[in-house]
């Protein structure tokens, strides 16, 4: 593949996001769709591009290709910053994940974003969005990945903040943006870290810098935890992870791109794409695993509560996202990417379900104003129990083969996050069932009663319906991948692809759920969880509340968030940050510096209070100064000779 | 004895510093305009005094005394003018009542 397509592959959405932000906004109207067939178009040829370079790159020795740098900045003799991309296996594979899923999403926001006053809007950030997060995983410095790394945050505050008339809206855009921030000043802190002691921002330089030892001990470890900071901010994890139930907020399929399968999975790309200088460092890759474990069933006991289909998947993002961590800090960059690969597709489905459901029953996301929706809406009911047994690794699909890997290779090397790993999985298969079951069985609990004040219905509400095919068909495409994809790794291809491993005979592996004992378990863990969600909410043995009654506290916090947003924004951000850190620089600008400019004044002000007493008025007196001075300067000049 | 430059520049110096004591210290500004007076004429006999005895041919310190009567005469003139200005405005000559320059 020549490189000259490579750097179209991150041009053409920005061309897109040129065209519609400039041309087309200002003069059509918002009722015309121009604004999402470029989008698409733009984004369509990307995926056609992107599998053309995966293609290239399995070809390539090294699955490596290597392109030109452009010179950037240059100052003589001392920096040059070269802007270049980078295409490897690692590329190639989130290219397609970021094509593919922003595609059906565009398609899917054809129906659901019509007749929005902010229609161009919308796909002009979601353009520049694309572009943004191509170039962060093309991007082969680690500057020019910050730069990007901030674009897809700043789309991401655009997108959340969509319907910025809404202050639930405005003041998620802001934690977003905030709280992200804060991971993202580790990450600005490692670089500038790693620049100062190596010389260069190359990400393959820092590679091989930290293979060969030049770059380690302390020096690595901080950088490496630093750059794990700001993973941590992008990819919502414990505890920076308070911002992505509230970025729900945002257009259901800007939920789906951004905050399930692409910009939320930067930050684990991020530690993959930096992995040499994890693996050269035990404290920090201890340190990944053990947030990762730990966020999983954090982030997934909050999950189990949850009323909001929006929210129990975002919760369950962030689970899998720890999820995804953990399997990068104990097996790698196969193991952790692999279930970034399949999660991509069956959460972005089932986001995008989740949004075919509140579109059809009146704009709310309120499960339990749902139900019985498996009647009236077939093609999204069945895709969603596809993403949620895929969700919940269910043999065979994608989702079993990567959190299969995941679990035997943090058995292997940290047996206590296996543990937390195993009950999450029991969690994970719970929630997402309870999910399906409360919002597709039963009786139909009648939807939003102010369907038309909501701004997911745009056809008014006339009871609930299946969604027009331009949703389904990007639901039905994100099932069978949400099926297939995880294929890719059962004969270890992925693996081999991504560098180490070893390939194995498909049916051997594929069957290997009945002759290996920990893949069994693993299915028979979903499986109870999915039985336990049947008991609990379609067949009625046990009663939800009897059960919420029993573990009352654990209910209740975990309903509550474990107190989490109170704590930051009551004692962290009211307390610490704006009384005592706030109030102490305050303090110092009202007495120190201010104190000091005013105190000048008032010094001038004071000795001319005083000196002013001499001004008597009295010519005489004058005259005597003078001639008393006249008589020190003859004295002076008739002693000095 | 005979009278040399010394004794001339002493009691210029003298009549100086008596005419420089009544204008800094006298109340009366009459009294004040004619210590002024005192400094000039002093002034006068040193000029004088220094053209006698040290450039004899030339008559600069003669011509420059002349200049300082004449200019005298007329400082004198203005100032009982002012003097007559400021009593009819505040009723007083008292230099130390005319203090409008205070602070």
């Known amino acids: ?7 179209l592959i991150f041009l053409l959405p920005l061309f897109s996001f040129i065209i519609i932000a400039f041309f087309i906004r200002p003069f059509v109207s918002s009722e015309s769709k121009v604004a999402g067939y470029i989008t698409i178009a733009a984004i369509g040829s990307c995926m056609v591009l992107s599998f053309w370079a995966l293609a290239s790159v399995m070809a390539a020795p090294d ?6 740098d452009i010179e950037w900045v240059v100052i003589e003799d001392a920096i040059t910053i070269s802007l270049g991309l980078m295409l490897d296996s690692l590329t190639a594979v989130m290219l397609l994940v970021v094509t593919i899923v922003s595609l059906m999403v565009q398609i899917y926001s ?7 006053p902010g229609y161009h809007r919308y796909y002009a950030a979601m353009s520049l969005f694309t572009m943004s997060m191509l170039g962060l995983v093309l991007a082969n410095s680690l500057l020019l990945m910050f730069v990007f790394w901030e674009m897809v945050g700043l789309c991401s505050y655009l997108l959340i903040g969509f319907w910025f008339h809404r202050p639930s809206a405005a003041d998620a855009a802001k934690k977003a943006f905030i709280v992200t921030r804060l991971g993202d000043f580790g990450f600005l802190i490692a670089i500038l870290s790693l620049y100062y002691n190596t010389g260069t921002f190359d990400i393959q330089e820092l590679h091989s810098l930290a293979i060969s030892g030049a770059l380690a001990g302390t020096t690595l470890t901080w950088a490496a935890i630093g750059i794990f900071a700001g993973a941590a901010g992008k990819s919502a994890q414990f505890p920076l992870h308070v911002w992505l139930p509230d970025a729900m907020e945002g257009p259901t399929p800007v939920s789906a791109l951004i905050h399930a399968a692409t910009m939320v999975a930067a930050g684990v790309f991020l530690v993959a794409r930096t992995f040499p200088l994890f693996e050269h460092s035990t404290e920090a890759l201890t340190t990944v695993a053990v947030i990762g474990a730990f966020t999983a069933i954090f982030a997934a006991s909050m999950g189990l509560v949850m009323d909001d289909i929006k929210r129990v998947l975002a919760y369950s993002t962030i689970s899998q996202l720890g999820y995804m961590m953990l399997g990068l800090g104990t097996g790698g960059v196969a193991v952790g990417i692999f279930h970034l690969f399949n999660h991509a ?33 077939p093609w999204t009911y069945i895709t969603f129990v596809i993403g949620s047994l895929s969700l919940a690794g269910v043999w065979p699909l994608s989702g079993f083969w990567s959190k299969d890997e995941i679990l035997a290779t943090t058995l292997e090397s940290q047996p206590i996050l296996f543990w937390l790993a195993l009950i999450t999985v029991f969690m994970t298969a719970f929630y997402m069932f309870r999910a399906v079951f409360i919002t597709f069985h039963g009786e139909y609990r009648g939807g939003a009663q102010d369907a038309h004040g909501g701004h997911d219905s745009h056809d008014g509400h006339s009871g609930p319906h299946e969604s027009p095919p331009v949703m389904v068909v990007p639901l039905v495409i994100l099932a069978f991948l949400g099926i297939v994809s995880g294929w890719w790794n059962v004969t270890g291809g992925f693996d081999v692809f991504m560098g180490h491993g070893e390939t194995y005979g498909f049916f051997e592996r594929f069957f290997s759920v009945l002759t290996h004992s920990l893949p069994l378990i693993s299915l028979l863990v979903a499986l109870a969880g999915i039985f336990l969600a049947y008991a609990m909410y379609q067949a009625k043995w046990l009663s939800p509340e009897r059960i919420g009654d029993m573990f009352k506290p654990l209910y209740i916090l975990f309903s509550r968030k474990y107190w989490l947003d109170e704590l930051y924004e009551n004692i962290i951000v009211k307390i610490v940050t704006l009384k005592v ?55 002076v000049v008739y002693l000095a000779g | 004895m005979s009278i040399g430059l010394e004794h001339y ?40 005094a220094f053209s006698r005895y040290i450039v004899p041919a030339l008559l600069t310190g003669h011509i420059f005394a002349i200049f300082i009567i004449v ?25 130390s009542q005319i203090n409008l320059m205070k602070w």
């Open chain 2, 71 to 95: 200019v005298a005469a007329a400082e004198a003139t203005v100032g009982l003018a002012i003097i007559i200005g400021i009593y009819r405005n505040r009723e007083t000559i008292d230099a």
């Open chain 1, 345 to 377: 597709f069956f959460k972005a489905l089932l986001f995008l379900g989740a949004g075919s459901v509140s579109h059809a029953s009146g704009g709310t996301f309120d499960m339990r104003l749902m139900g019985g929706l498996r009647k009236v809406m």
């Open chain 1, 110 to 116: 054809q129906a659901y974003m019509k007749g929005d």
């Open chain 1, 581 to 635: 850190l706030f109030g102490g620089l305050e303090k110092i600008d009202t007495y120190a510096v201010d104190g000091t400019v005013n105190g000048i004044a008032n010094g001038a002000i004071a000795s001319g209070r005083a000196i002013r007493h001499a001004q008597t008025g009295q010519l005489q007196l004058y005259g005597l100064f003078i001639g008393i001075g006249i008589l020190a300067i003859i004295i």
């Open chain 2, 9 to 48: 520049i002493i009691l210029s110096a003298v009549l100086f510093a008596i005419g420089l004591y009544g204008a800094l210290s006298k109340r009366n500004a009459i009294v004040i305009l004619m210590s002024i007076e005192i400094m000039l004429n002093a002034v006068n006999i040193a000029m004088v």
């Open chain 1, 1 to 7: 593949m020549p490189y000259q397509f490579v750097w």
């Open chain 1, 63 to 68: 699955h490596k290709i290597l392109i030109p």
